[in-house]
């Protein structure tokens, strides 16, 4: 049981700087979640913490301990590589009771410790298999059963379902989740999936180019990400962006850009009105767009034509790909209705969640 | 014209493909090992001749000394160079395969010796091991010691060769090694020294079993090749040395029955000898490399 904290992390090879001044406390017990695009610095973070990778600048502490110069073996720490890293030439049974033997613990213990996560993960049937007799996910599982019987207080995962497939994915995000709430131990987990970092971190940490955008739970991150790079990497499919102009008449404030007028809440007119730009970039996500036609909605509230360009039936959900005056937006429908390509659809904007961006530095204006 | 389907269309373009190589076999390998198989059952009696002897020529290679020093030699040779030689071509093969400064440069010199011309080889080594001015003597008697007759007293004439086959073989196997090693992924050390084990223990536990194949491949070779010496007793060794008897190999007992004594179909007996020696000890290595051979796939 350990809280990880990094203060003031930089990473760099030679000129090349690839974390700069990375600054966060990961409590004890939290699912912290790295997430970002790629080559933005997230597993050479985790390989910093893990003592794979040399800390160029900057203190990483476990528990109270500085940790720059202690070795991986002694940090108490396990971690689950993406490729899995299972040794070939032993069997389940010996990869999972490596790390313990390493540690001089007493071969019955072993044993004990060993079915013991063997029968957790249901692996008991596949202990005496070598690797290359696994399915992916059976690996995967036994890559976590390495790790489990170490019994470490911090848990470091690098995209550890990035191979498998996508209902398998699934599975094991449910399965990680749940190993977490057993064992109640610090974990790190590294992704670039959105939904991953969604549905399992206590709070995520949204990396790009080696500098921390926000840290936050997802909801917070959904609700309120404070710029337009977060904005756009959290939520699936990702937010629309509008250049929008605001425009004040008489009181009443709302913006104006190509092929839409958007009317916006009273405690946004209230902001933007305090806004020195008159340009903003206007965020709305895919969720937040809704067919006039179908809330009977007053003329008055519609935002703009969308002229549908490609239809994707998701089942409970349709994305309608459109043309908004000469822009491509995204919007998620019902999955009940029935649209066709070239449609004319009046649509409204959800007043209540629309995002504006700074056009100079991408910031979000409304927080 | 032949109609011919599409399969079959491949198979005859595959059997061409494979046909120079095959009949290369055929002609280099096969038939002289047939050739000589059936020497060894006959008598030569000068201009080509030969009548059938039956096991003459295997009882009387039972009853020759000569030919039991030269299989004791050659399985010293073999069974000394090999482990010595595989042990060191794994060592060289570690340490170059860390990120040290001019690795480059220690590879080439290495691997020098494989591209050698195996006379000038030769020459040099004579020169180190000459009695009266040869360089380890030199050395030797710098510091009080007295001289060794290298290559002419039985008791180190064939360690002197042995050093010299270990030399010429180090390069080619660590090269082979060396690849092997680069193919291991990192993550298996990563994930080893997170486990908590040390540089000792990774060489065990990771790399040797997972460089196993290469190393199975680099041993058989080299028993094999050991088995066959002959150059270098050949190169360094004068017919009339005292050594002789303590360092001819089989290869070097053949070639001195077959052409020096005109008697081919001894000389083919003894290479059957040593075929069936070869094949022993290949078959016995295939058998126990289960225990210690790990195949990815
Ligand atoms: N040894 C190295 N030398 C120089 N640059 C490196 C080295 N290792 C990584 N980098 C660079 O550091 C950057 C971050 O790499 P990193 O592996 O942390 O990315 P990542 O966020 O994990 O991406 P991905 O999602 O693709 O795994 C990349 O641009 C990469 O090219
Ligand atoms: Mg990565």
Redesign the pocket.
């Known amino acids: 049981m350990a809280e990880v904290r990094l203060e003031h992390i930089r990473k760099a090879?030679?000129d090349?700087v690839?974390?700069k001044d990375f600054d966060l406390t990961i409590r004890d017990k939290e699912f912290m979640v790295f997430v970002?695009?790629?080559?933005?610095?997230?597993?050479?973070?985790l390989?910093m913490i893990a003592g794979l990778e040399d800390i160029t600048s900057g203190k990483l502490y476990i528990g109270d301990k500085l940790m720059n110069d202690v070795s991986p073996k002694d940090r108490d720490i396990a971690m689950v590589f993406?490729n899995y890293a299972l040794y070939p030439h032993m069997t389940v049974y010996e990869n999972m009771a490596f790390g313990l033997k390493m540690r001089h613990v007493p071969k019955d213990v072993i044993k004990r410790k060993v079915q013991e996560a063997a029968a957790s993960l249901q692996l008991t049937e596949l202990l005496d298999r070598k690797p290359k007799a696994l399915s992916g996910g059976q690996r995967q599982r036994v890559a976590m059963g390495r790790a489990v019987v170490r019994e470490p207080s911090v848990f470091l995962m690098?995209?550890p379902l990035s191979n498998l497939d996508a209902k398998l994915r699934g599975t094991m995000r449910t399965e990680i989740s749940r190993l977490h709430q057993r064992l109640q131990t610090t974990m790190i987990y590294?992704t670039?999936d959105q939904t991953e970092a969604m549905t399992l971190g206590d709070r995520i940490v949204v990396?790009n180019d080696?500098v921390i955008q926000q840290v936050d739970t997802p909801m917070n991150l959904y609700r309120h990400p404070c710029n337009k790079f977060v904005a756009g990497f959290i939520g699936s499919p990702s937010m629309n962006f509008l250049p929008a102009r605001i425009v004040g008449e008489e009181g009443e404030v709302y913006l104006e850009g190509d092929g839409f007028h958007a009317n916006v809440s009273y405690d946004m007119a209230q902001k933007l009105v305090d806004v020195g730009a008159r340009e903003v970039l206007l965020g709305v996500r895919p969720d937040d767009i809704h067919d006039a036609g179908v809330l009977l909605a007053d003329k008055k509230e519609i935002a703009g034509q969308g002229n549908v360009e490609i239809v994707e039936q998701l089942g409970a959900t349709t994305l309608l790909h459109m043309r908004l005056g000469t822009q491509q937006i995204v919007a998620s429908m019902p999955g009940g209705q029935e649209y066709a390509v070239g449609q004319q659809v009046p649509l409204v904007f959800n007043i209540d969640n629309l995002h504006v961006f700074s056009t100079h530095d991408e910031r979000n204006l409304m927080l | 014209m032949l109609k011919l389907t599409r399969r079959r269309q491949d198979y005859a373009w595959g059997y061409l493909m494979v046909a120079p190589t095959v009949i290369g076999v055929l002609i280099l390998n096969i038939y002289p090992l047939l050739k000589s198989c059936y020497l060894s059952f006959t008598q030569s009696t000068g201009f080509g001749h030969a009548h059938f002897i039956g096991l003459a020529n295997y009882v009387r290679m039972m009853h020759d000394p000569d030919v039991w020093q030269a299989l004791v030699n050659t399985l010293i040779y073999t069974a000394v160079s090999v482990v010595i030689g595989v042990f060191l071509s794994l060592v060289v093969a570690v340490l170059l395969n860390q990120h040290i400064r001019g690795r480059g440069i220690y590879r080439t010199i290495y691997f020098l010796p494989v591209v050698s011309a195996p006379a000038a080889v030769a020459m040099v080594w004579r020169w180190l091991y000459n009695a009266d001015a040869g360089l380890f003597n030199s050395l030797l008697q710098s510091v009080g010691l007295p001289a060794v007759h290298w290559l002419t007293d039985p008791h180190t004439a064939l360690f002197a060769i042995i050093i010299v086959g270990i030399w010429s073989m180090v390069g080619y196997n660590m090269v082979l090694l060396l690849a092997g090693l680069q193919e291991i992924p990192r993550s298996y050390y990563e994930a080893a020294e997170i486990d908590g084990a040390g540089p000792v223990r990774q060489f065990f536990s990771i790399t040797l079993p997972m460089i196993s194949p290469t190393l199975f491949f680099v041993v058989v070779t080299s028993i094999i090749g050991g088995l066959q010496v002959f150059d270098f007793i050949f190169m360094m060794i004068e017919p009339m040395n005292t050594a002789m008897e303590y360092t001819q190999s089989l290869v070097y007992l053949f070639y001195k029955q077959s052409f020096m004594m005109g008697d081919r179909s001894y000389g083919a007996a003894i290479v059957m000898l040593l075929l069936v020696i070869t094949l022993v000890i290949t078959a016995v290595q295939m058998k126990l490399q289960k225990k210690w051979v790990h195949y990815n796939d």
């Not at chain 1, 970002?36 to 973070?45: A, R, V």
């Open positions: 090879y030679g090349n690839i974390v970002g695009p790629s080559g933005c610095g997230k597993s050479t973070t390989r993406q690098d995209e590294v670039h990396l080696g």
